[in-house]
């Protein structure tokens, strides 16, 4: 059966194909989605059309965030039946195969009440709230979070959630009006003595006492230190792509011997926790996932504000190009799999 996929060809080089893949005969634990929505992730997808990530090889399809239709599951599948709309990790296919059998696999029932197009930003979400799961926020402190692309934007929400009085930092001035437009109520653009002077009045010159860097850009953790207070935290959620000379000392400093130090250091990828619920673990991806298709659902967290594009897969060159090239006008792009 013939199946249209993006594909990246080679470097910037994008392309809608029909492979032929066997959809029909199932595994016991298998399901098959027809595609109705998926999500670019944009600093991966990036760097994988780019050539830079070892692990993508061309040709390949990308993605990994989608909603669909359930078509026919396996006989030994039960949480799922054909017809269920399900929130998956497939990629930019028209179907994906999904193994529920395989320990990194996700096919989660969505919630009615949810518009189609916003349920694939439920990855970016979890990514976010690896970051507020690892924390230690509590009601009153104050937060910073560096970089307001749709994982910084979605973290920075959290954490007002989560009780923190927010601030959100990126060198983007649309993408600070965006996070304000989402709640955050101080909203800075990144200059770096301007925010770190504003940084210190919102916070009586005590700094923040947790800092989420998201951003994932070479230098922006020793942009980013000053704001920190004494006995805070720097939780690191972004993919750091690219090379970056720092003296090392200048960290340490600020960790230990700076007057405001005794700063703590975590990491937030999106693997600490295990992908299904564990009975010995209270936190899961899939647990995540179903909080954060909640707070969807109940409007608690904005993400309509997020979804700037909806495209045709047969536009996908021209997505990747505005994501690269328009950031000001690209941030959350979705392709619309249901004229296929």
Not at 92 to 121: D, E, Q, W
Not at 132 to 137: A, E, G, K, P, T
Request: hydrophobic share 45%; aromatic share 8%.
């Amino acid at each position: 059966m013939k199946n249209k996929s993006i594909v990246f060809t080679g470097c910037d080089q994008v392309e809608v194909r029909e492979l032929e893949e066997n959809l029909a005969g199932l595994q016991a634990h298998e399901v098959l989605v027809r595609t109705c929505f998926s999500l670019v992730s944009a600093g991966t997808e990036l760097t994988c059309l780019a050539g830079i990530e070892s692990w993508f090889t061309f040709p390949a399809t990308p993605g990994y965030t989608s909603v669909g239709e359930v078509v026919k599951v396996g006989d030994q599948v039960s949480r799922v039946a054909p017809g269920d709309v399900v929130y998956t990790w497939g990629g930019h296919k028209h179907y994906n195969r999904i193994n529920l059998g395989m320990p990194g696999s996700i096919c989660i029932p969505v919630p009615t009440g949810i518009a189609l197009p916003l349920v694939p930003f439920t990855r970016m979400i979890t990514i976010a709230l690896t970051a507020l799961r690892v924390s230690d926020i509590e009601l009153g402190d104050f937060v910073a979070v560096t970089g307001l692309g749709l994982v910084g934007n979605f973290a920075a929400q959290l954490a007002r959630l989560q009780g923190g009085s927010v601030i959100g930092l990126d060198h983007n001035p649309g993408r600070v009006a965006l996070a304000a437009a989402c709640g955050v109520n101080n909203a800075i653009v990144m200059e770096k003595l301007s925010a770190a002077g504003k940084v210190a009045e919102i916070t009586d010159r005590q700094g923040v006492t947790t800092l989420v860097e998201a951003s994932g850009r070479p230098g922006a953790l020793l942009d980013g230190l000053p704001l920190v207070g004494r006995y805070g935290e720097v939780i690191l959620v972004g993919i750091v792509r690219g090379e970056y000379e720092a003296n090392l000392g200048d960290v340490l400093d600020y960790i230990h011997l700076d007057s405001r130090g005794n700063v703590t250091f975590k990491g937030a990828h999106e693997w600490r926790f295990p992908v299904a619920r564990d009975p010995f673990v209270k936190h899961s991806i899939e647990r995540n996932s179903e909080i954060a298709l909640d707070l969807i659902r109940s409007g608690d967290l904005k993400v309509a504000p997020l979804l700037s594009h909806t495209l045709s897969p047969y536009k996908a060159a021209e997505a990747y190009h505005g994501l690269k090239n328009r950031k000001n006008e690209f941030i959350g792009v979705v392709f619309d799999w249901t004229n296929m």
